[in-house]
């Protein structure tokens, strides 16, 4: 079915037909009437390419994210898709693996007219290239890693994150506490902000950290095996576990039982983030929840803002966080 059908089909003409599917205001209520009711006679579907013509949008927007392979990304990804549905926009995803010139390549190429805008989760690209890329394009900037203030960010406070769950370690009586994370390579930047944190918490405690804090590649599970491994080589002695996020306390969990310590008994764990394997490992891991289907759905509502009114004032926004005990820490 084509335009021209439509038009044949409800007595009008064609340019008649295109206002109606364009929601022009000034089209008569009979004419709309009968546009209507020919479309949905011959069954007709805009196209999509034709639409964007007319509007100078596409519809789409682009999501780029570290790594997807990541429970923490993944789930973000989900409520995104989801939440862009519900406004009848689709999202073009790209995997950054924390480069450089990966992250360059994902703020440049949403600015060739292939999506009106970016929602971006930076880990290693500066401020002010970010800025400069964008030129004036949508952009809304997700986690700790950007500060801007002239685009709308969803930020999230790992310094507060860290600092609540090592607290929630102190006060289940634990004193000899070491933290694993610290990357070795890539990003640093969040890393630096949950060791900040970590420290605080200690400090304020009139604690200091039982070893120096467990060196890792990654924050994955095998990691956080690998960190256990070095610590108990280490000679050092600890009987509580901050990790960065969860998948480093799975790991770091898996590795404490091949050591033959018990978990909450000899050594508690906590996490963060509150990715959904967290619920379900033996002991149930305690964790910091981040919304992440908050994050994802503010960061929706911000592009579609943007790309309808490109005069919108920024809006800076901190994703809720609460502390979620489980059995890891629990006797």
């Excluded at 992250?103 to 600015?111: M, Q």
Aim: hydrophobic share 45%.
């Amino acid at each position: 079915m084509t335009l021209e059908h439509v038009a044949a089909e409800a007595g009008v003409s064609k340019s008649s037909v295109s206002n109606v599917i364009r929601n022009h205001p000034h089209v008569r209520e009979e004419v709309r009437q009968k546009v209507n009711a020919a479309i949905e006679k011959l069954g007709y579907r805009p196209q999509a390419i034709g639409q964007n013509l007319v509007s100078g949008r596409t519809g789409l927007v682009a999501l780029a994210i570290p790594n997807f392979a990541q429970p923490y990304f993944a789930e973000i990804a989900r409520s995104a898709v989801a939440a862009a549905d519900e406004l009848s926009m689709r999202l073009l995803v790209q995997q950054t693996d924390n480069l450089l010139d990966k992250e360059r390549e994902a703020a440049d190429a949403w600015n060739l007219g292939a999506a009106d805008g970016l929602i971006f989760s930076p880990s290693v690209i500066g401020d002010d290239e970010i800025e400069s890329r964008r030129a004036g394009m949508p952009l809304v900037l997700l986690g700790e890693r950007s500060h801007l203030t002239t685009v709308d960010r969803v930020g999230i406070d790992s310094i507060a994150i860290a600092e609540i769950a090592t607290r929630h370690l102190i006060d289940q009586g634990h004193t000899r506490i070491a933290m694993i994370g610290e990357k070795t390579s890539g990003d640093q930047f969040v890393v630096s902000e949950r060791e900040e944190g970590f420290h605080r918490a200690l400090a304020a405690a009139g604690l200091t950290e039982a070893s120096p804090v467990g060196a890792v590649d990654d924050w994955t599970r095998e990691d956080g095996s690998a960190a256990v491994d070095a610590l108990v080589a280490s000679g050092d002695t600890f009987d509580a576990l901050f990790c960065a996020n969860d998948l480093l306390a799975l790991g770091a969990m898996s590795a404490l039982r091949r050591h033959g310590l018990r978990v909450p008994e000899d050594v508690a764990v906590i996490g963060v983030d509150d990715i959904e394997d967290s619920r379900f490992s033996t002991p149930a891991l305690s964790t910091v929840f981040i919304d992440k289907d908050w994050m994802a759905r503010q960061a929706i509502r911000l592009i579609a803002k943007q790309i309808q009114n490109a005069d919108a004032p920024p809006e800076q926004l901190s994703v809720p966080y609460r502390l979620i005990p489980r059995a890891s820490t629990s006797l």
